[in-house]
């Protein structure tokens, strides 16, 4: 932890989910990213250093919403993980063995990696052309499970 948040560095790093700048994760945190949401609400937002902007908008879709409150919450009660990383090898990498590879990397609140036995990752994939999504339904997967969605765009959720 440091002194006086907000703190611009952190001597052992920032932890992931670090809202308030105390170089801690913790449910303070999720308490300090509501806080600031009324504040926004109440159009009087305060100032965010980079780095709580980042650790803020913890789905990392580019808004800092209710839902990333909600999602830091589940974290810290290890309901969910952090999503840290996704690699995409395609078929035509020469270490893919001809397999499209998806992997993730997942971490719990306290920043160590998750095993892949104690955690489900949904993926929704699709296309804009009606081949490549027959293709993705007609593959077969070595690890997983494969849905079919009638959504609108049509897509695969693994």
């Known amino acids: 932890s440091c002194a006086s ?6 001597s052992s790093g920032r932890a992931q989910g670090d809202a308030n700048g105390d170089c801690l994760f913790d449910i303070r ?13 109440l159009g ?11 650790q803020m908008d ?18 810290n009660f ?20 001809g ?8 971490s719990d609140k ?5 095993a892949s036995d104690v955690s489900q990752v949904f993926m929704y994939v699709t296309s804009t052309s009606a081949a490549s999504i ?3 339904a007609a593959s077969t997967l070595v690890w997983g499970t494969l849905r079919q969605l009638t959504s609108s765009p049509p897509g695969i959720l693994y």
């Open 58 to 75: 913890a789905d990392s879709n580019g808004v800092i919403a209710l839902a990333d409150a909600l999602y830091l919450t589940r974290v």
């Open 5 to 10: 948040p907000p703190c611009d560095t952190c």
């Open 110 to 114: 306290s920043g160590a990696q998750t």
């Open 44 to 54: 009087s937002p305060f100032a965010l250093q980079p780095y709580q902007q980042t």
């Open 78 to 97: 290890r309901l969910l993980r952090f999503f840290n990383s996704t690699v995409v090898r395609p078929v035509q990498h020469p270490y893919s063995g």
């Open 29 to 41: 945190d999720v308490s300090y990213l509501q806080f600031y949401l009324a504040q926004v609400g």
């Open 134 to 136: 027959s293709t993705l």
């Open 99 to 106: 397999f499209l590879t998806f992997n993730f990397t997942l």
